[in-house]
T-cell receptor, first 117, second 113 residues
Framework: GAGVSQTPSNKVTEKGKYVELRCDPISGHTALYWYRQSLGQGPEFLIYFQGTGAADDSGLPNDRFFAVRPEGSVSTLKIQRTERGDSAVYLC???????????????FGQGTRLTVV | DQQVKQNSPSLSVQEGRISILNCDYTNSMFDYFLWYKKYPAEGPTFLISISSIKDKNEDGRFTVFLNKSAKHLSLHIVPSQPGDSAVYFCAASAINSGYALNFGKGTSLLVTP
């Protein structure tokens, strides 16, 4: 497909388990962003990749959260020891244009709905 | 703390009329503002943006106004169409300070025929 693909679309996990959320950006897009959206809230920034490196990870809430993008394409968001408060929709976006101005050309995926029970 | 606020959770407008969605921000360092539109079960879609050096930006039926002294921006949709029914998010950033967008909680717009 031509858009940003996120898998799985839904994930239910038990408290304390480890989960991985995958984002396949649009081919050739250098910039990649992760956000999470809790119920009734707007999206909240987690991390921004420029190529393979995390240029800004200031939004990761704690050290249970980690993200990688080893080849500058697919990215994986990893959450250890999940807690009920981690339940949210995790959104990924990619753009050809880097930085904040990249948001004007960014495409978001449909998100992964994570539920921790 | 919420640095971008959309105080109206919902808005209902008749088709053909003007829709005005409002947004306030608290951080004076913000210098770039965007509006996104979101349909259920889809990711947000970029609509229109404005830099702090401007006070107005227009794109077709959509116009964004920025009042820096009041730390307020608004999105006008004229004329409103039923397909405009969606959740609208206001977002703000400080271009030279990281790469995060700060989003409001959104306003759900319903355009009735």
């Amino acid at each position: 497909g031509a858009g940003v693909s996120q898998t799985p679309s839904n994930k239910v996990t038990e408290k304390g388990k480890y989960v991985e959320l995958r984002c396949d950006p649009i081919s050739g897009h250098t910039a990649l962003y992760w956000y999470r959206q809790s119920l009734g809230q707007g999206p909240e920034f987690l991390i921004y990749f420029q190529g393979t490196g995390a240029a800004d990870d200031s939004g990761l809430p704690n050290d249970r959260f980690f993200a990688v993008r080893p080849e500058g394409s697919v990215s994986t968001l990893k959450i250890q020891r999940t807690e009920r408060g981690d339940s949210a929709v995790y959104l990924c976006a990619s753009s050809t244009r880097t930085g904040v101005l990249g948001y004007t050309e960014a495409f978001f995926g449909q998100g992964t709905r994570l539920t921790v029970v | 703390d919420q640095q971008v606020k959309q105080n109206s959770p919902s808005l209902s407008v008749q088709e053909g009329r003007i829709s005005i969605l409002n947004c306030d921000y608290t951080n004076s360092m913000f210098d770039y503002f965007l509006w996104y539109k979101k349909y259920p079960a889809e990711g947000p879609t970029f609509l229109i943006s404005i830099s702090s050096i401007k006070d107005k930006n227009e794109d077709g039926r959509f116009t964004v106004f920025l009042n820096k002294s009041a730390k307020h921006l608004s999105l006008h949709i004229v004329p409103s169409q039923p397909g405009d029914s969606a959740v609208y998010f206001c977002a703000a950033s400080a271009i030279n300070s990281g790469y995060a967008l700060n989003f409001g909680k959104g306003t759900s717009l319903l355009v009735t025929p």
